[in-house]
């Protein structure tokens, strides 16, 4: 069963400009994290958020974490045609339980 | 170092037929994990292995699917009696070890097709 939702389910903009894409969760969690994709095959990890934090950046990306409305939101900035990919946030209980419950994803698409 | 590696990159089969993927974790990595994701859909979970042993199978559809990892490293995920539905991408993942951190790397999966 998957217990993201991403939102938008796909979303196409020019280079330069941001990206947000949003999650939401079901169940308590441990952690959250997101992971790109790129041409149907293996996903690259990007950023890990625990459940006591609320915001975290690296790089570019920029990830919020609302456990109150299970929630998180992805954001890049200044986008480039190399992050055309789809994203997915993946959630973590933590613990023994070592599985990552996985979204459906958003496909962003960087227009050069 | 080397990532997590996957073969065969494609395969395909017959209906009915058996089917053995292979998954060579990242060295050291305790922890491993099989999922399956189909066209349009993100990674479902299938079976986690911490050590030689399966903590958690319960993502497995069905008694066709069976895996292993003998020695603690490699691991082969088993389809026996394939269906057309079990066509996807197998993806599998290892970790330094289960518990809170849990980033988990993955290899560029096999993508099987059941004729």
């Known amino acids: 069963s998957q217990q993201g939702e991403e939102d938008p389910q796909a979303l196409s903009i020019q280079e330069g400009e941001n990206a947000t894409m949003n999650c939401s969760y079901k169940t308590s969690i441990n952690n959250l994290q997101w992971y790109r994709q790129n041409s149907g095959r293996g996903l690259v990890h990007l950023i890990l958020?625990?459940?006591?934090?609320r915001e975290k950046h690296s790089g570019r990306l920029r990830v919020t974490l609302d456990t109150s409305k299970k929630s998180s939101s992805l954001l890049i900035t200044a986008s480039r045609a190399a992050d055309t990919a789809s994203y997915f946030c993946a959630t973590g209980r933590g613990g023994s339980q070592g599985n990552l419950i996985f979204g459906k994803g958003t496909k962003l698409s960087v227009k050069p | 170092g080397a990532g997590v590696s996957q073969t065969p990159s494609n395969k395909v089969t017959e209906k009915g037929k058996y089917v053995e993927l292979r998954c060579d974790p990242i060295?050291?990595?305790?922890?491993l994990y099989w999922y399956r994701q189909s066209l349009g859909q993100g990674p479902e979970f299938l079976i986690y292995?911490?050590?030689?042993?399966?903590?958690?199978d319960s993502g497995l559809p069905n008694d066709r699917f069976f895996a292993v990892r003998p020695e603690g490293s490699v691991s082969t995920l088993k389809i026996q009696r394939t269906e057309r539905g079990d066509s996807a991408v197998y993806l599998c993942a290892s970790s330094r070890s289960t518990g809170y951190k849990n980033e988990q790397f993955f290899g560029p999966g096999t993508r099987l097709t059941v004729l």
């Open positions: 958020i625990r459940s006591n934090e």
């Open positions: 060295s050291g990595h305790t922890a």
């Open positions: 292995f911490q050590g030689t042993g399966a903590a958690d």
